[in-house]
């Protein structure tokens, strides 16, 4: 029960001048329950990655497995894949086109061949899980806010049940309370339905605040593969590929440098927090 | 997948076609058309197959490109050399209950044949060379003279460019929005006609809201920068005639020439 890519190649126009690698050979496992975050800088492959997971991209080269079955096999499904792997793509607001909110989200039900009941009521679920007020379930999705358009996108990804949650940049152009609410809307579906959640994102915040893994990703090869404080240990390297490791990480390294022996693997503003004031301790004495 | 269509075919070389001004491609390209409809016996068509191999030659672009423009266009030419082939009255050569083949049936048939490829041929060298950019420069030169009968033509090429340039924006939009509803389990491949009209309205809508949510960006960051038309408007790099310039309408008054010669003499 797992996501798994085996030298995965992608190529953009093959044989002709605008031939681009987007992926190169990339092999990865992501299994059951866990909460990975991709991050890499524009165009390192990271869009493409993820239409990998659901079919809607077929490699160049090198096979994809679900649930240990290549979803390139004769006869595989795809769209049952894509109601088990959900897949929210960056800006998703701009894909609602229902008259109101409630029928956009039984949208995706529907496909799977549920009842217009059974599909509202998914439906009322998944906003509730989103977080978005009842007020709004019969209201046309334009009149909403930015954020609450979101919202109702994410609930039209949720509302199919998918075992696998992937969200592009589910927090860009958003404000920083709409960000966090969000993420930890995200986080606790997490815990509560014990569903695997891969999160593509930018800011290396929200990243190390919530993953157990992360994914470099640059120029289509995989960076980096490990659990965040490991990752954020090659700061010098991430840099060098565009991206960079938390703040704290900089303000540990900068203390070190000072002659603190604070612990430099910290990467939430917590755990920053407690280790500074250990330090501090121990020079006391 | 829709990535692999491409409108606006420009193919990036670096070829004296390419260097060429837009102006004497568009009129070239018309002098070739028309030099077309000029030759008649077999030396004219010779000699109009050496000038588009020369062209081809001196334009760097593969011959399998140009003859991709020509894959849409078959069923068009098929039926027009059928017509010909058949429906023209002459000596009859071969029959078969109501359907005679002539003679004057076959020659008009490839004629026919023959002008159209070329002439498809023709334009996708003018367009594989021009990126659409210059194309709208180099029509708004040319019409420049019909100013002086009120037609807006700074502000026709302005809405070409733009068209133009959104196409491929609209191209990918399209794909985006596809794949996040496939994401969410809508088909747009399979059941009969009224079910996929039906499943196209969740792939229009947020189609068309994105295309004015663009169009008003636009016309908001033209405003912002003053944009008030054509009137008094100097270009950055206005096209200008090289030395090659005239050296290319020389080539290609040439050949019209002799193709006008061999349509007299013969």
């Known amino acids: 029960m797992s996501l798994r890519l085996e030298h995965v190649t992608y190529t953009y126009n093959p044989g002709t001048v605008y031939e681009m690698h987007a992926l190169k050979d990339v092999s990865l496992d992501i299994p059951d329950g866990q909460f990975a975050g991709i991050i890499g800088h524009t165009g390192s492959g990271k869009s493409t990655l993820i239409q990998h997971f659901n079919g809607l991209m077929k490699p160049t080269a090198g096979t994809v497995y679900f649930q240990d079955e290549d979803i390139w096999q004769e006869g595989y499904s795809l769209k049952r894949l894509r109601s088990q792997v959900g897949l929210v793509f960056q800006y998703p607001e701009h894909q609602l086109f229902e008259a109101d909110v409630l029928s956009d989200v039984c949208f995706g039900p529907k496909n799977q061949g549920l009842s217009k009941e059974e599909a509202e009521l998914r439906a009322v679920q998944a906003l509730r899980q989103a977080g978005l007020k009842e007020k709004y379930y019969r209201s046309s999705p334009f009149e909403l806010s930015g954020g609450q358009k979101r919202r109702v996108a994410i609930a039209g990804v949720l509302a199919m049940e998918p075992k696998v949650l992937i969200l592009d940049e589910p927090t860009a152009g958003l404000d920083p309370k709409g960000r966090d609410e969000i993420l930890d809307q995200i986080a606790f579906l997490h815990e509560e339905r014990k569903i695997t959640v891969i999160l593509v994102s930018h800011s290396m915040e929200d990243i190390a605040r919530y993953v157990e893994r992360i994914l470099v990703m640059n120029k289509g090869e995989k960076a980096f593969d490990g659990v965040p404080r490991e990752v954020f240990s090659h700061y010098k390297e991430l840099e060098r590929m565009g991206l960079a490791a938390p703040q704290i990480t900089y303000i540990m390294h900068e203390l070190k440098a000072k002659g603190l022996l604070a612990d430099t693997s910290a990467i939430t503003v917590d755990e920053a927090k407690k280790s500074i004031l250990e330090a501090l301790e121990k020079r006391k004495v | ?266």
């Open chain 2, 1 to 266: 997948m829709i990535r692999d269509i491409t409108i606006g075919q420009y193919y990036p070389a670096d070829s004296i076609l390419h260097r060429l001004d837009p102006r004497v491609k568009f009129i070239g390209t018309f002098l070739f058309l028309v030099s077309l409809f000029v030759a008649d016996s077999f030396w004219g068509y010779l000699l109009a197959t050496c000038f588009l191999a020369g062209i081809i030659a001196l334009s760097k672009v593969p011959v399998k490109f140009m003859l991709k423009g020509l894959k849409p266009l078959f069923i068009l030419l098929l039926i027009t050399v059928i017509f010909n082939l058949f429906l023209i009255p002459g000596t009859v050569v071969w029959e078969l209950g109501f359907l005679k083949i002539t003679q004057e049936g076959i020659t008009q048939a490839v004629k026919i044949g023959i002008r159209l490829v070329y002439l498809v041929i023709g334009s996708s060298v003018m367009t594989l060379t021009t990126t659409p950019n210059q194309l709208t420069d180099g029509l708004e030169r040319i019409m420049k003279p019909l100013n002086k009968i009120k037609v807006p033509v700074h502000e026709i090429s302005m809405m070409m460019s733009i068209a133009l340039r959104f196409i491929p924006i609209l191209m990918e939009e399209t794909d985006k929005i596809m794949k996040a509803q496939m994401a969410r389990g809508a088909d747009f491949e399979s059941g009969n006609l009224i079910q996929k009209a039906k499943s196209l309205i969740p792939l229009l809508v947020p189609l068309f809201i994105s295309a004015f949510r663009r169009a008003d960006d636009l016309a908001m960051a033209m405003e912002a920068r003053c944009y008030h038309g054509g009137e008094n408007r100097t270009q950055m790099k206005p096209l200008v005639y090289q030395g090659h310039d005239y050296g290319a309408y020389g080539v290609t008054l040439v050949y019209l020439a002799a193709e006008i010669v061999i349509r007299t003499v013969m």
